[in-house]
């Protein structure tokens, strides 16, 4: 009887502790003893610069959480977007590209907020009515997003960024495309 009673008290406290820092800790632990994958999905609001309409897009990171603070990143990326250039009727455009990303976390937690620097490449393609362009271009993103673990190998993660493009430089005109980005997707452990 007794132990029944001391069970039922440390269940109780435990319960009114909180169990969110020991989910937080096993995710914790999880992430950063594994590789682990993140899919994800985009919303791109493009700059005044391209005359175009907002797109969608998808891509997939792999990663590693390097220590209690950081995570390293390696993301590809596609983006796809209607033109309304007023010059060609019109033009569809793609942008693939791939990213190296470091995450900064305030804190890890159940609900653990961070910022994100990267760098990269992008090939953009615009396909018009009576013409083709593609061109490579640098990129440059800095944001801040969050995560939330819903299980030990299951965590929700968005952001949101601003993307520097330097592709008008490369096409030798003066400036840079200016974007937003918003992504959201999914973390799971890969364990080796």
């Not at 800790?25 to 994800?40: G, H, Q, R, W």
């Not at 791939?98 to 961070?114: E, I």
């Not at 993103?141 to 949101?160: C, F, I, M, N, P």
Request: net charge negative; charged share 20%; aromatic share 12%.
């Amino acid at each position: 009887m007794k132990n029944k009673l001391l069970r039922l008290f440390l269940g109780c406290g435990l319960l009114l502790t909180g169990l969110t820092p020991a989910v937080a800790e096993s995710v914790y632990d999880t992430l950063s003893k594994d590789v682990y994958i993140a899919p994800f999905g985009s919303y791109l609001h493009t700059g005044g610069d391209t005359a175009a309409t907002d797109g969608w897009g998808a891509g997939l990171a792999i990663g590693k959480v390097l220590n209690e603070r950081f995570n390293v990143e390696l993301r590809g990326l596609w983006h796809g977007y209607d033109n309304d250039l007023y010059c060609c009727n019109g033009a569809e455009t793609d942008l693939i590209g791939a990213t190296a990303d470091l995450q900064y976390y305030f804190m890890r937690d159940k609900f653990s907020p961070y910022a994100v620097a990267s760098v990269g490449g992008m090939t953009t393609r615009m396909d018009g009515p009576a013409f083709s362009l593609e061109d490579a271009s640098f990129i440059f993103e800095a944001g801040v997003g969050s995560s939330y673990s819903l299980h030990k190998y299951l965590t929700v993660r968005g952001d949101v960024r601003y993307r520097l493009n330097t592709l008008p430089t490369s096409l030798g005109q003066d400036g840079v495309l200016n974007d937003a980005v918003v992504n959201l997707g999914f973390v799971l452990p890969v364990p080796f």
